[in-house]
T-cell receptor
Framework: GENVEQHPSTLSVQEGDSAVIKCTYS??????FPWYKQELGKGPQLIID?????GEKKDQRIAVTLNKTAKHFSLHITETQPEDSAVYFC??????????FGSGTRLLVRP | NAGVTQTPKFQVLKTGQSMTLQCAQD?????MYWYRQDPGMGLRLIYY???????DKGEVPNGYNVSRLNKREFSLRLESAAPSQTSVYFC??????????????FGSGTQLSVL
């Protein structure tokens, strides 16, 4: 089955800097890759997703890139703000159509 | 518009006790899911229901049962709770068909402790 690895587990950046979180997946048939943000005490919330026929997708300060050959995808947050502090999860929808999540990255944006 | 509502928010059980976690969504979604979240392990799928009347096992179904009561409600039952089931449980819903397992809307979670 699909295995999704996520790095780093924790990330601390200065406000205004960029943050990058990386994930690798094992199932070459996976075709859908979402990113979820989880704030303290809340459920995860979808922030951006990408399909395997697209290499990059942007939404304001957030972007996701996908490298199908290397089987990895990344979340890029530019001009980070304190409200970006949260736990971020990547995921991959595998050939059995199940969504497999990474282990999460705790992002801290220092004011 | 409440989205996905889970009850209870917190629960403490003794080993061997049973309980049911309730979940309801008001977005007219066909698909519903139960996940558990453990430190350092992300979210793992327990069971899901692609549409009313169907349920399927996820990654970690042992020790759990589910009921899709109607289109709105999807419950998770622990028949004989074990300490290994201490976790935060999330219910989620999404549209069906090609969008199944995509664009999930999550509830706020149930923190369960089994002593």
């Amino acid at each position: 089955g699909e295995n999704v690895e996520q790095h780093p587990s924790t990330l601390s950046v200065q406000e205004g800097d960029s943050a990058v979180i990386k994930c690798t997946y094992s199932d070459s048939a996976s075709n859908y890759f979402p990113w979820y943000k989880q704030e303290l005490g809340k459920g995860p919330q979808l922030i951006i997703d990408i399909r395997s026929n697209v290499g990059e997708k942007k939404d304001q300060r957030i972007a996701v890139t996908l490298n199908k050959t290397a089987k990895h995808f990344s979340l890029h947050i530019t001009e980070t703000q304190p409200e970006d502090s949260a736990v971020y999860f990547c995921a991959a929808k595998d050939s059995s159509y199940k969504l497999i999540f990474g282990s999460g990255t705790r992002l801290l944006v220092r004011p | 518009n409440a989205g996905v509502t889970q009850t209870p928010k917190f629960q403490v059980l003794k080993t061997g006790q049973s309980m049911t976690l309730q979940c309801a969504q008001d977005m007219n979604h066909n698909s519903m899911y139960w996940y558990r979240q453990d430190p350092g392990m992300g979210l793992r799928l327990i069971y899901y229901s692609a549409s009313e009347g169907t349920t399927d096992k996820g990654e970690v179904p042992n020790g759990y049962n589910v009921s899709r009561l109607n289109k709105r409600e999807f419950s998770l039952r622990l028949e004989s709770a074990a300490p290994s089931q201490t976790s935060v449980y999330f219910c989620a819903s999404s549209s069906a068909g090609a969008a199944t397992n995509e664009k999930l809307f999550f509830g706020s979670g149930t923190q369960l402790s089994v002593l």
